[in-house]
């Protein structure tokens, strides 16, 4: 046996010993290189811990080094982009993470709105996230994680950023400590400048979905979010038309105050997917300012979201992703 390992075959039989990837033994200090991938930072930190005790429980053994190898893992970025605000993106992006992640995804988002970030409400987040090795550590909420520019700043700043400033703190949301996460959702600003343009060419993700109102106005400018990604490589999964009909909670009658059936005739004539629809919805609008998202719970509302997610899963795989 390798006299610089030999006290160290001990810890072969430790439960985290396959863990181990090499091990160096010299007067009495050791040197452990462990595999920690798929560990979040408290993993991490007591994976460390366990072999550091084993290795100083070994007689000829007096210091232990432990050096974490961690590989990058294979995981899918999704952007949720629009050509304009005020069209229920972020709301759309909370409740389609949420919604995979009942289906037994494992999910974080990514909240880059820059000029109004409202994941952490949307999701009922209060708390910040915390940093390890420079690395921002996502909090835990309704089931997945979550980094938002808006936990960067005290509540009520404005976010008075320049691009390279913008570019700087986006790009610490996509570093950050992500661990077992398979899927990301990306909340991307409205509009398609510099930001917008800067982070999809960091983050490269492997598909976008565009979100826009029946109206004109709405899928004039979600064309344009369509042309940006184009531009850049990213493939559109596909087209997703909200705020489309009320129908009123008094009377019942239905009706169509930003008209009807725009998006999905636009992706016809575009040639990219049409996802589907959602109702303009009162109860969604309440739902969302609580921090209760509607995808979470039952009914209607949690199977639209549930059918989205599908769909957006289906055509991410058609998508090569």
């Excluded at 409400?121 to 835990?140: F, H, M, S, W």
Aim: net charge negative; charged share 20%; glycine share 12%.
């Amino acid at each position: 046996m390798n006299d610089e390992t030999a006290p160290l075959h001990l810890l072969d039989s430790h439960p985290d010993g396959g863990r181990i990837r090499s091990r160096r033994f010299k007067d009495g200090a050791a040197m452990l290189v462990v595999e920690a991938s798929g560990l979040d930072a408290e993993g991490r930190e007591a994976l460390e811990a366990r072999l550091r005790e084993a290795a100083l429980a070994i007689p000829e053994v007096n210091s232990v080094q432990v050096a974490m190898s961690v590989s990058k893992p294979q995981r899918t970025l999704i952007a949720i982009g629009s050509g304009k605000g005020g069209v229920g993106k972020s709301t759309l992006t909370a409740n389609l993470a949420v919604a995979m992640a009942r289906m037994g995804r494992k999910v974080g988002v990514i909240d880059a709105d820059i000029y109004g970030p409202s994941q952490p409400t949307l999701l009922g987040a209060k708390d910040k996230p915390k940093a390890r090795d420079k690395q921002l550590i996502p909090v835990e909420a309704q089931g997945l994680k979550l980094l938002s520019v808006g936990q960067l700043v005290a509540e009520g700043q404005a976010l008075a950023w320049r691009g390279p400033m913008a570019a700087g703190a986006l790009n610490q949301l996509v570093e950050g400590d992500w661990g077992d996460c398979e899927i990301l959702l990306i909340d991307l600003p409205p509009g398609t400048g510099d930001v917008q343009l800067s982070l999809v060419q960091k983050a490269r993700p492997d598909g976008a979905v565009i979100v826009s109102t029946p109206q004109d106005l709405s899928l004039i400018d979600a064309t344009r979010a369509i042309d940006l990604f184009g531009k850049t490589g990213v493939p559109v999964i596909g087209l997703i038309e909200n705020m489309a009909g009320y129908q009123c909670p008094h009377c019942g009658e239905e009706s169509d105050p930003f008209g009807s059936g725009g998006a999905e005739a636009s992706a016809k004539s575009l040639d990219v997917p049409f996802l589907g629809r959602l109702p303009l919805s009162l109860a969604l609008r309440e739902a969302s300012d609580a921090g209760m998202p509607p995808a979470a719970g039952d009914g209607p509302a949690a199977e639209a979201f549930a059918e989205l997610a599908k769909a957006v899963l289906a055509g991410l795989e058609k998508a090569g992703a």
